[in-house]
């Protein structure tokens, strides 16, 4: 069992930058293909990012590329979302997942292991 928890959420104004964290703990916890989603209240939940396993190819949503870097640290068994020139639109609990060994897919049922959420509001 893969046991993840995403840090670094908080309240920033537009324009501002967070780094969103992932440390994970259990058994082959390097081994998968990972991502980031994010779900609004009131929206589905919506893809922002994802990584290969070796971190060589990397996904994003059309609404995140060019301001959102993905990158993992597997010797750390860690991945990060670091997140610049957010907007009011960027609001949402941000969720990683991993356990993909399909690829880098935007599907969220190819993911079968998911952290609790970090919230991240941005005010105008």
């Known amino acids: 069992q893969v046991q993840l928890i995403e840090s670094g959420g908080g309240l920033v104004q537009a324009g501002g930058s967070l780094r969103l964290s992932c440390a994970g703990a259990g058994r082959n916890f390097s081994a998968y293909h990972k991502a980031w989603y994010r779900q609004a209240p009131g929206k589905e939940r919506e893809f922002v990012a994802g990584?290969?396993?070796?971190?060589?190819?990397?996904k994003y949503s059309d609404s995140v590329k060019g301001r959102f870097t993905i990158s993992r640290d597997n010797a750390k068994d860690t991945m990060y979302l670091q997140m610049n020139r957010l907007k009011p639109e960027d609001t949402a609990a941000y969720y990683c997942?991993?356990?993909?060994?399909?690829?880098?897919?935007?599907?969220?049922?190819?993911?079968?292991?998911w952290g609790q959420g970090t919230q991240v509001t941005v005010s105008s």
């Open positions: 990584i290969s396993v070796t971190g060589t190819i990397t």
């Open positions: 997942a991993t356990g993909n060994s399909r690829g880098v897919t935007t599907t969220w049922w190819n993911y079968r292991n």
